[in-house]
């Protein structure tokens, strides 16, 4: 009786509490994956944007300035690049201060055309630019919930990856397209680019896997993009597949729940 009454009184909260050590250092080791993970992501992510701007600055500042056509050209693109630089910093705070509990993200009901829409015309004169045409089949009413900065960063990935595994030798086709159906909503971008064979489908979303280290050199991929956008699929409790046939092209196709308006 006695030894039960000390296994009850002492043991039995010892354990208990070494248990719940062992959980909470588990979950801080967890936590702090995450955030390296996120560091890393972002990283990544703003590195992209500013070489292409410090890229274009330095062509102007060597002659570029003078001639006014391309001169107006490159500083659209330098715009429209600080407008990603900003919409990520934008992003990071956000994330940040919802990991101090001091705000929560701001969830609207998105309009996916429209958004898309906005989104299409900001990466259009870039995809022209390497002869690269984006044709669009946007459904009305085809809504969401979630955060807007967020749905367009994942949309931005998947269509930067069209346009970026094109093939050199053909006109790229980029084709972004919604639909929905009673409970779900459809986003789909496809490409008629290099495409990737099967084996690869499996690991494509884990962060720094790249398909052929070679083929994503020029772009300057770091093999990060697709994990954002799985990232930010799992907050919008969506679903993220892909078909893609080596040589013939690829298309990713999200899943989301649909919102009623
Ligand atoms: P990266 O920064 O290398 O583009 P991602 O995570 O965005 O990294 O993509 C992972 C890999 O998937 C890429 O390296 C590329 O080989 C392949 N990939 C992604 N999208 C496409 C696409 N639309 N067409 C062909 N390959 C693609």
């Not at 701007?53 to 002659?63: H, R, S, V």
């Amino acid at each position: 009786v006695f030894s039960l009454l000390i296994y009850n009184q002492i043991m039995k909260p010892v354990h208990r509490l070494q248990e719940q050590m062992v959980k909470t250092t588990e979950e801080n080791k967890k936590a702090e994956q995450i955030r390296s993970e996120f560091v890393a992501n972002v990283t990544h992510e703003l590195k992209t944007p500013l070489t292409s701007i410090a890229g274009f600055i330095e062509t102007l500042q060597d002659g570029a300035a003078e001639n006014p056509e391309i001169r107006n050209k490159f500083i659209d693109i330098i715009a429209i690049e600080t407008s990603r630089l900003e919409r990520l910093i934008e992003d990071v705070l956000v994330l940040s201060e919802i990991e101090n509990k001091k705000a929560s993200i701001d969830i609207v009901t998105i309009d996916t055309k429209e958004s898309l829409i906005n989104l299409i015309s900001t990466i259009e004169p870039i995809a022209n630019g390497k002869n690269i045409t984006i044709e669009t089949r946007l459904a009305e009413h085809c809504y969401i919930e979630g955060n807007v900065d967020r749905f367009i960063q994942m949309m931005m990935n998947l269509i930067e990856n069209a346009i970026k595994y094109s093939k050199e030798d053909q006109e790229g086709k980029v084709l972004v397209s919604s639909y929905m159906d009673q409970n779900k909503v459809y986003v789909q971008i496809s490409d008629n680019g290099i495409g990737i064979s099967e084996e690869h489908f499996g690991r494509l979303f884990e962060r720094f896997y790249r398909v052929d280290k070679s083929r994503t050199k020029k772009g300057g991929g770091t093999g990060l993009g697709l994990s954002i956008v799985k990232h930010i699929a799992f907050l919008f409790n969506a679903e993220v597949n892909v078909k893609s046939k080596l040589g013939e092209g690829t298309t990713f196709t999200v899943i989301f729940n649909r919102r009623e308006e």
